[in-house]
């Protein structure tokens, strides 16, 4: 079993920053795609970039580029969301997911591991 755990939410005022991490455990041998996605309330579950853990590749979606950058410790089997000049909009909870592969994914479908989500408020 895998066990991924997000933390680093919050509340912060528009223009802040945040940085979540994924730390993850278990059998992650192999996990190298990982992700981040997020649902504002009332909204379904959308992408928000993806990593290889393997190669290093990135993907963001059109929302959050240039203001988020995805990074990894592999040492510490960590994945990070630098999360920059925030945006009421970006208020959503945020999921980590892993998946077996060696490719960058950005549908949620792809990915059979998942965190529990942690919560990021953009308010003044």
């Known amino acids: 079993q895998v066990q991924l755990v997000e933390s680093g939410g919050g509340l912060v ?3 802040g920053s ?23 309330p009332g909204k379904e579950r959308e992408f ?17 580029k240039g203001r988020f950058t995805i990074s990894r410790d592999n040492a ?9 000049s925030l945006k009421a909009e970006d208020t959503a909870v945020y999921y980590c997911a892993a998946r ?5 994914l950005t549908a949620q479908f792809e990915y059979n591991y998942w965190g529990q989500g942690t919560q990021v408020t953009v308010s003044s």
């Open 100 to 104: 077996e592969s060696t490719r960058v």
């Open 76 to 84: 510490k089997d960590t994945v990070y969301l630098q999360m920059n």
């Open 13 to 15: 005022q528009p223009g």
């Open 48 to 64: 928000v970039a993806t990593i290889s853990l393997r190669s290093g590749s990135i993907l963001y979606a059109d929302s959050v």
């Open 18 to 40: 945040l940085r979540l991490s994924c730390a993850a455990s278990g059998r992650t041998f192999r996990m190298y795609a990982r992700a981040w996605f997020r649902q504002a």
